[in-house]
């Protein structure tokens, strides 16, 4: 049945056609009875004539009214909802848009069998003249194929290119990305299919629903129907000292099926320790490895369950311990400018010294996504403006994971990012500025509020006098929250530093910037044991396991030289040469340990597949297309009939019946005029 538009217009439209009715009734002949000779042969004549002349009359009648109803329902913007319904006029083209998951998760069990299958029976569904969209979502996610006709080569090219990645698949961006291009297509019938094992770690949760603005037609082609046997570790933690033990964590999402498992310790390619674990008190169980000898000299190796499940990729946990060179800091400017009007400036002079045990780098917050907070120890927002919701989830996960931060608000930053963003994480919020207007003639002096503290333990006794020599002319007034401790204070007792905790990670926040815009703080002696005991309080444990996640950068750090050629070797024994301005390699695609060597310098770095990858947590068809829609803007529309929505206009913009009513309308009244004109009143 079709829908209208201006359903107004029918009403207009039936009223209409009733006035040719009513002008054929009043101006109709009047029949006038003459008789007079021979009438007996001319009736015989007459009454053929004149029922010739009623039946064109009353054809002339039907083609006005049909002309005015068909005119009265071009009127009223016919159009079908479902593309079914179009009739002889509707098309067979259509654009079909496929989203392929190629993360981590599609190697478990038969997903990659299945997939391949799916894919197959798609393309073996589909018109020649389909035209053909193929999105890979996962790892570097990309377009393989955009817009172009069905034919037997696109299909060979997509089945021989469908190799999942070791990296995470964001099915919300992938549809959206998909979305955004069917929205632009020029037929009307859209399809959009979606081939995956539908985790619900693939879609963000800070992302519940998606409006699709091309309202294709959506078909989900899961590879399982069930979660899958799997049992991963998720953990470890390797310690620098030999009384101490070897940790590692291990889950099994199978315990129905799987009770118990074998864990075993290799470093170095040799396996030193074996562990039995029984999943007896629930699916997580930490395993301890006592009093193994440590080997000399850096340690790279892994944790591994030997045990029968369908994922096999996430079994190893790699780790790389040894000794730290030094603290890194990974520094993000606020405020880049040249000399000392740079955020950094100071701080810069103040971290990388000869002999510090701190090394410094600095990004901005528009590049943050580009380096791995993981490969740091302490990440520093100097005065930084905000942060997109991305790098702020990459800031959560880096401090609830062990990592330090250190917050030095100034006065580029902005209120609200900090405290709805950071509220999560921060030790205070924001709430205003000291003084209404910078005043250097007069300023505030810091005081340490509590010296017993250990962030103040290799401070020295003489530090809380040199810090006093300090004048802060400006500050921001923070609300220390319940949990966490103020370490210095301003002569009002106005908070200066407050310290708190985020899962294993510390986060120190200051009242003030590094820089000297707001204090002299800078020029003082005070100001560089200040800095370097507020960042070692910030680093992690020592025991932090040194690692990072597949598709995230390396840094290699300040021991190798930039735009120098460096040896690397990746887990799967491929050694190539490589080199970089700001030794951060890119190529982390498998995990495994990563060997960089540059003549005498070499580091080992470990790279572990995502936890979300090892989620065995699965959509069922119909939770994943209710993420697809809107409730809110559901809501609105179902509380305002009179609204044009806009899948409405955009069905009747793309069917235009209207046009063939017009049509159709103008060839009766043709008609009407042609038989009109050779029609006697």
């Not at 100001?527 to 990072?548: D, R």
């Not at 996640?549 to 460096?566: A, E, H, I, K, W």
């Not at 090892?614 to 119909?622: G, N």
């Given at each position: 049945?079709?829908?209208?538009?201006?359903?107004?217009?029918?009403?207009?439209?039936?009223?209409a056609?009733?006035?040719?009715?009513?002008?054929?009734?009043?101006?109709?002949?009047?029949?006038?009875?003459?008789?007079?000779?021979?009438?007996?042969?001319?009736?015989?004549?007459?009454?053929?004539?004149?029922?010739w002349?009623?039946?064109?009359?009353?054809l002339?009648?039907?083609?006005?009214?049909?002309?005015?109803a068909?005119?009265a329902?071009?009127?009223?913007?016919p159009?079908?909802?479902?593309s079914?319904?179009?009739?002889?006029?509707a098309?067979?083209?259509?654009?079909?848009?496929?989203?392929?998951?190629?993360?981590?998760?599609?190697l478990?069990?038969?997903?990659?069998?299945?997939?391949?299958?799916?894919?197959?029976?798609?393309?073996?569904?589909?018109?020649?003249?389909?035209?053909?969209s193929?999105?890979?979502?996962?790892?570097?996610s990309?377009?393989?194929?955009?817009?172009?006709?069905?034919?037997?080569?696109?299909?060979?090219?997509?089945?021989?290119?469908?190799?999942?990645?070791?990296?995470?698949?964001?099915?919300?961006?992938?549809?959206?990305?998909?979305?955004?291009?069917l929205r632009?297509?020029?037929l009307?019938?859209?399809?959009?299919?979606?081939i995956?094992?539908f985790?619900?770690?693939?879609?963000?949760?800070?992302?519940?629903?998606?409006?699709?603005?091309?309202?294709?037609?959506?078909?989900?082609?899961?590879?399982?129907?069930?979660?899958?046997?799997n049992?991963?570790?998720i953990?470890?933690?390797?310690?620098?000292?030999?009384?101490?033990p070897w940790?590692?964590?291990?889950?099994?999402?199978?315990?129905?099926?799987?009770?118990?498992?074998?864990?075993?310790?290799?470093v170095?390619?040799?396996?030193?320790?074996?562990?039995?674990?029984?999943?007896?008190d629930?699916?997580?169980?930490?395993?301890?490895?006592?009093?193994?000898?440590?080997?000399?000299?850096?340690?790279?190796?892994?944790?591994e369950v030997?045990?029968?499940?369908d994922?096999?990729?996430?079994?190893?946990?790699?780790?790389?311990?040894?000794?730290?060179?030094?603290?890194?800091?990974?520094?993000?400017?606020?405020?880049?400018?040249?000399?000392?009007?740079?955020?950094?400036?100071?701080?810069?002079?103040?971290?990388?010294?000869?002999g510090?045990?701190?090394?410094?780098?600095q990004?901005?917050?528009?590049r943050?996504?580009?380096?791995?907070?993981?490969?740091?120890?302490v990440?520093?927002?100097?005065?930084?403006?905000g942060?997109?919701?991305?790098d702020?989830?990459?800031?959560?996960t880096?401090?609830r994971?062990?990592?330090?931060?250190?917050?030095?608000?100034?006065?580029?930053?902005?209120i609200?990012f900090?405290?709805?963003?950071?509220?999560?994480?921060?030790?205070?919020?924001?709430?205003n500025?000291?003084?209404?207007?910078?005043?250097?003639?007069?300023?505030?002096?810091?005081?340490?509020?509590?010296?017993?503290?250990?962030?103040f333990?290799?401070?020295?006794?003489?530090?809380?006098?040199?810090?006093?020599?300090?004048?802060?002319?400006?500050?921001?007034i923070l609300?220390?929250k319940?949990?966490?401790?103020?370490?210095?204070?301003?002569?009002?007792?106005?908070?200066?530093?407050?310290?708190?905790?985020?899962?294993?990670g510390?986060?120190?926040?200051?009242?003030?910037?590094?820089d000297?815009?707001?204090?002299?703080?800078?020029?003082?002696?005070?100001?560089?044991?200040?800095?370097?005991?507020?960042?070692?309080?910030?680093?992690?444990?020592?025991?932090?396991?040194?690692?990072?996640?597949?598709?995230?950068?390396?840094?290699?750090?300040?021991?190798?030289?930039?735009?120098?050629?460096?040896e690397?070797?990746?887990?799967?024994?491929v050694?190539?040469?490589?080199?970089?301005?700001?030794?951060?390699?890119?190529?982390?695609?498998?995990?495994?340990?990563y060997?960089?060597?540059?003549?005498?310098?070499h580091?080992?770095?470990?790279v572990?597949?995502?936890?979300?990858?090892?989620?065995?947590?699965?959509?069922?068809?119909?939770?994943?297309?209710?993420?697809?829609?809107?409730?809110?803007?559901?809501t609105?529309?179902?509380?305002?009939?009179?609204?044009?929505?806009?899948?409405?206009?955009?069905?009747?913009?793309?069917?235009?019946?209207?046009?063939?009513?017009?049509?159709?309308?103008?060839?009766?009244?043709?008609?009407?005029?042609?038989?009109?004109?050779?029609?006697?009143?």
């Amino acid at each position: 049945m079709p829908s209208f538009l201006n359903s107004a217009f029918l009403m207009i439209g039936a009223a209409a056609v009733a006035v040719p009715i009513l002008i054929h009734l009043l101006m109709r002949n009047k029949v006038v009875r003459i008789d007079f000779a021979a009438m007996r042969f001319l009736m015989e004549s007459q009454k053929q004539v004149v029922r010739w002349l009623k039946l064109k009359q009353l054809l002339i009648l039907l083609l006005r009214i049909a002309a005015i109803a068909l005119l009265a329902l071009a009127f009223a913007r016919p159009y079908f909802p479902e593309s079914s319904a179009l009739g002889l006029w509707a098309s067979d083209e259509k654009e079909v848009g496929l989203i392929v998951d190629i993360s981590a998760s599609m190697l478990a069990a038969e997903h990659l069998t299945q997939a391949k299958s799916a894919l197959r029976d798609v393309f073996d569904g589909l018109a020649p003249e389909t035209i053909v969209s193929v999105y890979f979502a996962g790892g570097h996610s990309r377009m393989i194929v955009e817009r172009e006709p069905l034919n037997d080569g696109i299909e060979a090219r997509v089945l021989s290119m469908l190799q999942p990645t070791y990296q995470h698949c964001n099915l919300r961006e992938a549809t959206q990305t998909m979305d955004d291009l069917l929205r632009g297509s020029a037929l009307f019938k859209r399809e959009l299919y979606i081939i995956s094992d539908f985790q619900r770690s693939g879609w963000p949760e800070t992302g519940s629903f998606l409006q699709l603005a091309s309202h294709a037609e959506v078909k989900l082609l899961p590879v399982t129907e069930k979660p899958w046997r799997n049992i991963t570790i998720i953990d470890a933690q390797v310690p620098d000292e030999t009384e101490q033990p070897w940790l590692c964590t291990v889950q099994n999402q199978a315990l129905d099926v799987v009770k118990s498992a074998e864990v075993n310790l290799v470093v170095a390619g040799k396996a030193i320790a074996t562990q039995k674990v029984e999943f007896t008190d629930g699916s997580t169980q930490v395993v301890p490895f006592e009093q193994v000898k440590l080997p000399r000299g850096d340690i790279a190796g892994y944790f591994e369950v030997n045990v029968d499940d369908d994922f096999v990729e996430d079994n190893r946990y790699y780790f790389v311990a040894q000794q730290r060179e030094y603290i890194r800091v990974l520094a993000v400017n606020g405020e880049k400018a040249s000399g000392p009007a740079d955020e950094l400036f100071f701080a810069d002079k103040a971290v990388n010294t000869h002999g510090s045990a701190f090394r410094l780098i600095q990004t901005e917050a528009a590049r943050l996504d580009r380096i791995s907070p993981d490969a740091f120890d302490v990440v520093l927002l100097a005065n930084v403006t905000g942060l997109n919701n991305n790098d702020v989830q990459i800031l959560r996960t880096f401090v609830r994971n062990g990592g330090g931060l250190l917050i030095a608000p100034g006065d580029k930053v902005d209120i609200k990012f900090y405290n709805r963003f950071l509220e999560e994480i921060a030790p205070a919020s924001l709430q205003n500025l000291a003084k209404p207007l910078l005043d250097r003639n007069s300023g505030d002096i810091m005081m340490l509020s509590n010296i017993g503290h250990p962030a103040f333990d290799q401070l020295s006794n003489a530090l809380s006098n040199d810090i006093s020599a300090a004048r802060f002319f400006q500050h921001w007034i923070l609300q220390p929250k319940v949990g966490s401790q103020m370490l210095a204070n301003f002569g009002d007792d106005a908070p200066a530093i407050v310290v708190g905790t985020a899962g294993r990670g510390k986060v120190v926040m200051l009242s003030f910037p590094i820089d000297g815009e707001w204090s002299d703080l800078p020029i003082q002696t005070s100001y560089l044991p200040l800095l370097h005991t507020l960042l070692s309080y910030a680093q992690p444990p020592a025991e932090k396991v040194q690692f990072v996640r597949v598709g995230q950068p390396l840094y290699l750090g300040d021991s190798f030289q930039p735009n120098t050629q460096v040896e690397v070797a990746t887990p799967d024994n491929v050694v190539s040469t490589w080199r970089s301005d700001n030794l951060i390699y890119g190529g982390a695609s498998l995990p495994g340990i990563y060997r960089f060597q540059q003549k005498s310098m070499h580091k080992n770095i470990a790279v572990n597949l995502t936890t979300e990858e090892s989620d065995t947590d699965i959509f069922v068809p119909e939770a994943f297309l209710a993420k697809l829609y809107s409730a809110d803007e559901q809501t609105v529309i179902d509380q305002s009939q009179a609204r044009i929505s806009l899948p409405e206009q955009q069905a009747e913009s793309e069917q235009k019946v209207w046009r063939y009513l017009v049509f159709v309308a103008f060839a009766f009244l043709i008609g009407e005029s042609f038989l009109g004109n050779r029609t006697p009143r």
